[in-house]
């Protein structure tokens, strides 16, 4: 009945929430205890066999994505594709290309940035690939990723200077970004972005599969699976075939 079912939605939702998060507390120190690759805020690019392959591609991809800011106003704001990160995006301040999401491709931004999205498909693991563009005086608040069992990158591609004024903490680092190389970092630990220069940011943003031991790998499947088939990811997927059909980009 209704009036007793109303009640219930909420504290269902609540107990999701919470059993949710203890989950996630737990996954963090498996992942910790199976990663074959450092569980630090930052991780060395060493530790990676892409990376100078992706570095070298660089001049390649920043000509696409130079190409693509000529119209910025295709570009869809992040919480417009992801509504999950409405409290970090704001405006116009945060938009995002997007051309891997979370393993699924979306053809027609791939279509229109064909070198990018070879380069990120070379990539083992690599799950998610957008072009990530922060408009001057923005700051993303700070906040967490909900997952160890992916690490991120950063390859630099919009860098104004000068870099006092532009920078990412992640827990207690504060990094910079410069054109041409790659940052790693780990997302699940507390971490925010500054621009308080007066040009626009820009990087190629990754999410990759963290290295994990052969135990690692069966419970980050199982994991990645049911993330696929939540919101988190099905609504990004359909909002972006939205937006680019109101762009014209399925003709």
Not at 23 to 31: A, E, H, S
Request: aromatic share 8%; net charge positive.
């Amino acid at each position: 009945m209704p009036a007793t079912s109303s009640p219930r939605r909420p504290l269902l939702r609540r107990l999701l929430i919470k059993t949710g998060k203890r989950f996630l507390r737990w996954n963090g120190r498996f992942q910790s205890r199976h990663s074959l690759v450092s569980t630090t805020p930052q991780i060395g690019n060493h530790e990676f066999d892409w990376v100078a392959a992706l570095e070298s591609s660089w001049p390649a991809i920043r000509e696409e994505l130079d190409h693509l800011l000529e119209h910025p106003e295709d570009i869809p704001a992040f919480h417009q594709i992801s509504p999950d990160q409405k409290r970090i995006s704001q405006g116009d301040n945060w938009k995002t290309f997007g051309l891997y999401v979370y393993g699924q491709r979306v053809a027609e931004n791939c279509a229109l940035c064909p070198r990018t999205a070879a380069a990120v498909s070379a990539i083992p693991g690599m799950r998610t690939a957008m072009f990530s563009i922060l408009q001057p005086h923005y700051h993303i608040v700070p906040h967490k990723g909900p997952t160890r069992a992916v690490v991120r990158a950063h390859l630099g591609l919009i860098v104004p200077q000068p870099k006092e004024k532009l920078w990412i903490r992640v827990d207690d680092q504060i990094l910079h970004w410069e054109e041409g190389k790659v940052i790693i970092f780990d997302d699940s630990y507390e971490h925010e972005v500054r621009n308080d220069t007066d040009k626009l940011r820009a990087v190629l943003f990754l999410d990759i599969d963290r290295p994990v031991d052969r135990v690692g790998k069966l419970v980050n499947n199982l994991l990645f699976t049911l993330i696929k088939a939540s919101p988190y990811v099905r609504q990004p997927l359909k909002n972006l075939a939205s937006w680019n059909k109101q762009q014209g980009k399925g003709h």
